[in-house]
T-cell receptor, first 112, second 116 residues
């Protein structure tokens, strides 16, 4: 059983659409990363959050720790947003070198 | 902007050979990690490292694997005798110490290991 689940697994949309990717987790966590993985394979951190909402440009991430759910939104989507988006959680207990537990990723394709 | 670097970007090896994957974490970071991603699968934790010792390792990280910080800048992952199933993308990550144990992790570009 996956501790971190994402939906949908694949998402295709038209340029300009509002995008939502969901992440739910079954274990207690202290915080959560949203990551972006491009076709070449490299991983870039978009957000790390433990409560509320964070915004960076057209990207917005929200989290509700009690409900064990987080969402990543993209406003005014663009073909360059096409990538795999991954949520990764910091499970309890908190310790110095805190491993991440990853979701399976959501493959987003934005068509022009 | 500081970044995590990894070398080589692609390593091809024969089954049974030893490989060393190299990482240079961000210079003021103190926590170091290796993750791997088998093609088409999710990223998995291998090992974390702090203060010159392993903090935690997964069940994947068996006796064939070892990590080392041989000097002040490099962080290496060694696989002693590679198997076909070790073929994967290996990511190094590092984080700085904060007020809690959960600090943003910064990832390297990955090393694609192909075992023939």
């Amino acid at each position: 059983k996956n501790e971190v689940e994402q939906s949908p697994q694949n998402l295709t949309a038209q340029e300009g659409e509002f995008i939502t990717i969901n992440c739910s987790y079954s274990v207690g966590i202290s915080a959560l990363h949203w990551l972006q993985q491009h076709p070449g394979g490299g991983i870039v951190s978009l957000f790390m959050l433990s409560s509320g909402k964070k915004k960076h440009g057209r990207l917005i991430a929200t989290i509700n720790i009690q409900e064990k759910h987080s969402s990543l939104h993209i406003t005014a989507s663009h073909p360059r947003d096409s990538a795999v988006y991954i949520c990764a959680a910091f499970p309890y207990p908190i310790q110095g070198a805190q491993k991440l537990v990853f979701g399976q990723g959501t493959r987003l394709t934005i068509n022009p | 902007e500081p970044e995590v670097t990894q070398t080589p970007s692609h390593q091809v090896t024969q089954m049974g050979q030893e490989v060393i994957l190299r990482c240079v974490p961000i210079s003021n970071h103190l926590y170091f990690y290796w993750y791997r991603q088998i093609l088409g699968q999710k990223v998995e934790f291998l090992v974390s490292f702090y203060n010159n010792e392993i903090s935690e390792k997964s069940e994947i990280f068996d006796d064939q694997f070892s990590v080392e910080r041989p000097d002040g800048s490099n962080f290496t992952l060694k696989i002693r005798s590679t198997k076909l199933e070790d073929s994967a993308m290996y990511f190094c990550a590092s984080s700085a110490p904060g007020t809690s144990g959960r600090d943003e992790q910064f990832f390297g570009p990955g090393t694609r290991l192909t075992v023939l």
